[in-house]
């Protein structure tokens, strides 16, 4: 009679003869050597009567497996690797959260500064850009300055307050430019070039 053994090393099944029962055994796969456990369980005899055979050992095999005694057998692998990968992904998704996590405290410290000032730089800007239409462009670069220096050192965040920004910087540096002109005209009014 043939007998099913799994190798307690790769858990890989291989058929004995009753003689090699309670002997040392070699695992034809992994080549471990190890002493033969008492019989694990006898392999079916096909039976000459029925296209059911298959069916019957599959069957048979998965009643040993249920009762244990074949432990080391294919579905024992199965689950063995599937709790290893299940195990490697919750690692890898508590590292993801994790940094996350510090990414997002760092990001909560950017955008409270943002959220507390953005009121306060787009009045700033808008005194501005007011300040400039009625021509009192001194007044308005004084704005712009204040403006500037409020956001000074700090990295803005926010696409659409970052944007704005800029232009504040564009809009104070035409009217620096325009500033300049007119003193240059009135320096040059009061003392002609001879």
Known sequence: MIYHVS??????????????AGERVMCPACGAVSENPL??????QPQQHGPATLADR?????EAQDRGLYPGGPRRRWV?????????LIGAMAAVLSTRAGKSTADAGR?????SHR???????????EMTLRGDLSGAWRIYRQL???????????????????????????????????????????NPPR
């Open 7 to 20: 190798c307690q090393t790769c858990g890989r099944v291989f058929a004995l003869g009753r003689l090699e």
């Open 39 to 44: 019989l694990s369980f006898p392999l079916q």
């Open 58 to 62: 599959a069957h048979d095999d998965a």
């Open 80 to 88: 063995v690797v599937a709790v290893a990968l299940t195990a490697a």
């Open 111 to 115: 955008s409270q500064w943002e959220d």
């Open 119 to 129: 009121l306060e730089l787009m009045e700033l800007k808008s005194r501005a850009e």
């Open 148 to 190: 500037g220096e409020t956001a000074a050192g700090h990295e803005i965040w926010d696409a659409q307050l970052k944007e704005n920004l800029e232009q504040a910087r564009f809009d104070q540096d035409r009217v620096y430019s325009v500033l300049m002109a007119r003193q240059g005209r009135a320096v040059s009014g009061t």
